[in-house]
């Protein structure tokens, strides 16, 4: 899709270029820690990254084998702050995702003990193997960034994202996740299968040692808090709000979408649109942002028809659809 060129300087809020340049720089460095591990996938990179910078909440879906839980490893290890990994069983309570009031015999009184989540990342490994129940635990902490527990609300340190892996639902032990947990989760990507050249590369260096083992932080939590703020600058102009709204609202009505995108969806796409223009080192929102979003943001969200189901017709052949038709608007900087 071609978008008219539009002019910085119309943008009435602009981010200070000497910013600009430090996101871009230390994302770079990001993004080079992750490449080292997971080989030949740009794409998949930087939607993480938009994420991270969005403060949203990645799921990351493939068949086994593919590198998911290496990805989430691999951006973990890049930033310097806390991380917890939760191994998602069958036989894993809510409470051991949250945490829990024990008794203190000594003090005679009730003491929080802390559950996974506590971290500024939480990377949840094969999160469709618990039960729904359990899976529900994140509902709060993934939109609120706080856990309630008898009564007393705990609030999450910033910045907090949940990096969750999940194998397709076809996988036998596993269940599909509540249309309310995946509406949380800012973007879905896949890793897929490597090209043969990435896959020959990834013989000659994973076979030595694990890539992992070696991995340094390059930034921490506080300077990633002022990333974030830095993309919340990014202006967005009436235009492109139009569009994204334009977007979701003709899911909502389509012949072949059972469930449409939410008024979440929408804030998503454009939280995610303004990181992926502070990447590309702009201070303003094309429509090309959100459109190139408009798959890993909004794709998980839909649930398409039975009879769509049948004609082998996906979420993202309907959303491309659907990018086809939509108008899109011309000088969206201003």
Known sequence: MTTPTADPSATPHSVPGADLETLTRVAGRIRAN???VIEGKPDVVFSTLVVLLAEGHLLIEDVPGVGKTQLSKALARSIDCTVRRIQFTP????SDVTGV???????????FRPGGVFANIVVGDEINRASPKTQSALLECMEERQVT?????YQLEAPFMVVATQNPV???????????QRDRFMARVSVGYPVPAAEIAM?????RANPLDDLEPVTDASELRKLIGIVGQVH???AVQRYAVALTSATRGHDELSLGASPRATLHLVRAAKAAA????????????????????????LLPTVEATMTGRTTASVLDAILATVPVPAGSAG
């Open 278 to 301: 502070a990447l590309r080192g702009r201070d303003y929102v094309l429509p090309d942002d959100v459109s190139s979003l408009a798959t890993p943001v909004l794709a998980h969200r």
């Open 236 to 238: 967005v102009s009436d």
């Open 101 to 111: 009031s024990v008794f203190n015999q000594n003090t005679r009184e009730f003491e």
């Open 149 to 153: 527990v008898d009564n007393a609300t």
């Open 170 to 180: 076809e996988m036998e032990g596993t269940y599909a996740l509540p249309e309310a």
């Open 91 to 94: 036989d894993l309570l809510p």
């Open 34 to 36: 992750i490449e080292r």
């Open 203 to 207: 013989l000659a260096s994973h076979t």
